[in-house]
């Protein structure tokens, strides 16, 4: 119901939002003070040279917003997004831009409407050249973010008044948990030997060194031990014992809500890393999902995605009809 709610607010938003937008820079209202100051000394003293710089003044405002609404359009903007990002950590974000003709000058580009932070920049824009403007963003919380729109900005050519443009473009971006530390490591394993990580009775490992031999027709030369192959005059092989991998099952129970859930989920991401790390593999199950055990960094990123999800999946099924239809 609270994502349903969030859902039709953001709509609401987009439907009510003017065509552009204009906010006076610090700049701006300096300039405006001291032309309201020259048009009252103007007006109280009857002076020309007054009304000529008053006017000179006024002019200059107008030729500021007529360049800069030139500047905002025949744009064109994509969302590119980003490859991973962790909630409370600035993650590389990247949006795609074109103009089809003239120039465009000082542009800054940022999401709106989420509680994404940072904006990415580009000063000199030609025509007819898609630029990649890159930024590094951070947002406070996990989960998935509902995105509605690109904001364009210039301050060009006087940087009195920052006029913005807003193209909108729906998405999502998923927002990992936050990485931290994991304060309970998994003291057992559903399957795996305990103790120590290699054993002896398997060989062809990375493990400590077992023992050397001759090397075969067809096996990998990588692991020659040169210089006894020099002091033999064959080439010898150095054998290592192969680690055993454990498989482990975390787990996201149900019924966790609000700072419970959040840190049960930064623990869980970083108890998988850490055992992903070290080789071995594990499974994940949430309320609403099970994810079998493997290992890798695929693995990881399931896991990862799964966590995003959790505590959100009014919007997940919301956001599965909307790929369906």
Sequence with gaps: MKAK???SWA?????LRPPRTLKV??????????TFGVGLGALNTGNNLLYLVLGLLLSMVVVSGVLSERCLRHLSVRRLGTESAFAGEPFAYRW??????GHAFALTLAEVDTPLTGEGRVGYLRSGVEHVVRADLT?????????????????????LFAKTRVFELEGILLVYPRRGYACHVPTEALQGAFGDSSTPRRNDGTGDVAGLRELG?????RRVHWRKSAAMGKLIKVEREREERRTYQLSVDAGLEDAALERRCE??????????????????ETPTERLRPASGHVQERNILRALAW????????????EEAA
């Design 5 to 7: 709610a969030s859902s």
């Design 11 to 15: 709509r609401l938003r987009v439907l």
């Design 25 to 34: 820079t610090r700049t701006g209202r300096t300039y405006l003070v001291v």
């Design 96 to 101: 795609a831009i074109t103009r089809k003709q």
């Design 139 to 159: 947002t406070p919380q996990r989960g998935p973010l509902r995105l509605s729109g690109v904001r364009v900005t210039t301050t060009w050519p006087l940087g």
């Design 217 to 221: 027709p067809t096996e990998d030369a």
């Design 267 to 284: 623990e869980v991401a970083a108890l998988s890393h850490q055992l992903l790390e070290a080789g071995h593999e594990v499974g994940l």
């Design 310 to 321: 959790v505590g959100f999946e009014e919007l997940r099924e919301e956001r599965q009809k």
